[in-house]
């Protein structure tokens, strides 16, 4: 689904013509002179502005982004589906499936919510969740990972502190997008900053980047400036499909920042981070050739999230009992110190 904000796109013209005017510092530009010897990971690259959006027509649309995995034994085998706003989970444990379905604006990656009747009776797709043990060289897992269509992209921070970004400044959001408030765009728009209102759990520092800048000085702020970004990416887009575990790298560290990208009318990021946090690049190779190095992250305390979480369901495990991991999506990103 999209909705436009080409009224926006006016007001947001003049704040683009003021910014530059004064010199202002691109966020490809910020990146570089924060980060001068650490590479932009591919899902930074994809959401740059565009020549300072200049002249471009802009929507905004729901990610359609994700990935799919089954893993175990026949007969108590794990699917786990990633891509049209949802999560899709069926387990072959006593023989009857579970589907699940995680619909736009419900955030997998926040850990306090419980899974709903919806969730859990429902069709495809948003996240997934597996055992650190299934990490390793020669396991076999059934993926889908295919590209997001979200067409947003990150906004100059010095454009994106003009926009409010706020609960009780919905109304005056709205109008700048010019979205109706009984709409399901003003529905998303509500929910995204909402959740991003919402307390962390315990021991979780949280933060919403409405900018590529605000998202680096959170990560250097919490890790220090010997940082890398990493997202996961893939040769090309394919059919749901077996893929091989060809090598697994544990990134430096038992903590990190993971930055799940929102959905929102311009690019934001949902970002955290625990002291139980460790992630893994993991090399896959497809049945038909196709390769892709997935990040992988493992929260080795579960102890204070929701017993009701989705993880838990799909899983049938409890809090704090074993470390859970999930891939990110194409289009989050994984803070690590080098």
């Known amino acids: 689904m999209e909705f436009h904000i080409l009224p926006f796109l006016a007001f947001l013209s003049v704040v683009v013509v003021v910014v530059a005017s004064h010199a202002a510092v691109s966020p490809e530009a910020y990146w570089k002179s924060v980060l001068p010897n650490t590479p932009m990971p591919k899902a930074v690259k994809d959401l740059l502005p565009n020549e300072w959006m200049e002249d471009k027509g802009t929507s905004v649309g729901v990610g359609k982004g994700g990935v799919g995995v089954q893993t175990g034994k026949p007969g108590k085998q794990t699917n786990v589906g990633v891509g049209k706003g949802g999560v899709s989970v069926s387990t072959g444990h006593k023989g009857k499936p579970v589907h699940v379905n995680v619909k736009p604006g419900k955030n997998l990656f926040k850990y306090l919510y419980a899974a709903t009747e919806d969730q859990l009776h429902d069709n495809p797709n948003v996240a997934l969740f597996f055992m650190e043990k299934d990490l390793k060289k020669g396991t076999k897992m059934t993926l889908h990972f295919t590209k997001s269509t979200t067409p947003t992209t990150f906004l100059p921070r010095q454009v994106a502190e003009k926009i409010p970004f706020s609960s009780e400044k919905m109304p005056e959001i709205m109008n700048y997008f010019s979205v109706k408030p009984d709409s399901k765009e003003a529905e998303i728009l509500k929910t995204t900053v909402k959740e991003c209102e919402e307390p962390g759990i315990k021991g979780e520092d949280k933060y919403c980047a409405t900018s590529l800048e605000s998202m680096v000085d959170f990560s250097t702020n919490k890790l220090g400036k010997d940082v890398q970004g990493v997202s996961t990416e893939v040769d090309k887009e394919t059919l749901l499909q077996k893929y091989s575990i060809a090598g697994v790298e544990k990134m430096m560290g038992d903590k990190a920042v993971v930055c799940h990208k929102q959905n929102y009318a311009y690019a934001v990021f949902y970002c955290h981070k625990t002291q139980t946090t460790k992630a893994y690049v993991v090399s896959l190779v497809g049945a038909d050739g196709t390769k892709a190095k997935?990040?992988?992250?493992?929260?080795?305390?579960?102890?204070?999230?929701?017993?009701?979480?989705?993880?838990?369901?799909?899983?049938?495990?409890?809090?704090?009992?074993?470390?859970?991991?999930?891939?990110?999506?194409?289009?989050?990103?994984?803070?690590?110190?080098?």
Do not use: M, R, Y
């Not at 080795?300 to 009992?321: E, I, R, Y």
């Open 294 to 338: 997935a990040v992988a992250v493992c929260h080795t305390d579960t102890s204070a999230w929701n017993p009701k979480h989705l993880a838990f369901q799909v899983l049938k495990v409890k809090p704090g009992t074993i470390p859970i991991c999930h891939f990110l999506p194409e289009d989050h990103i994984v803070w690590v110190p080098k």
